[in-house]
């Protein structure tokens, strides 16, 4: 059964900006840690974006410095969804991305994760 569902992929030239989404049907997303995680053809997942939220819905998020001032992670509490924000996309960010869920608190491993989708394919031609 799928739990989490990504959306929002594509190609699209360098420079161009696209916007992922990931439906979490059935979660609160307050308390929950949900991140995103890319792999490129031949390379290992590595993480994108976290996103971890207090009980007063006060978010924290991480991004390594590949992503920095381009992605921006957010959430739509009403909708039970979170969103990725991709600006000035660049070949090297090719790749199938993922989201996923973690009931515990922020974390950048990939093992951590409870719950995945199946990948939207994400492709940034020069």
């Known amino acids: 059964q799928v739990q989490l569902v990504e959306s929002g992929g594509g190609s699209v030239q360098a420079g161009d900006s696209l916007r992922l989404s990931c439906a979490a049907p059935?979660?609160?997303?307050?308390?929950?840690?949900m991140g995103w995680f890319r792999q490129a053809p031949g390379k290992e997942r590595v993480v994108v974006s976290t996103?971890?939220?207090?009980?007063?819905?006060?978010?924290?998020?991480y991004y390594p410095d590949s992503v920095k001032d381009r992605f921006t992670i957010s959430r739509d509490n009403a909708k039970n969804t979170v969103y990725l924000q991709m600006n000035s996309l660049k070949p090297e960010d090719t790749a199938v991305y993922y989201c996923a869920l973690r009931t515990g608190t922020r974390s950048t491993e990939e093992a951590d994760y409870d719950t995945w989708g199946r990948g939207t394919q994400v492709t940034v031609s020069s």
């Open positions: 059935g979660r609160t997303l307050s308390m929950y840690t």
């Open positions: 996103i971890t939220w207090s009980r007063w819905s006060t978010s924290t998020a």
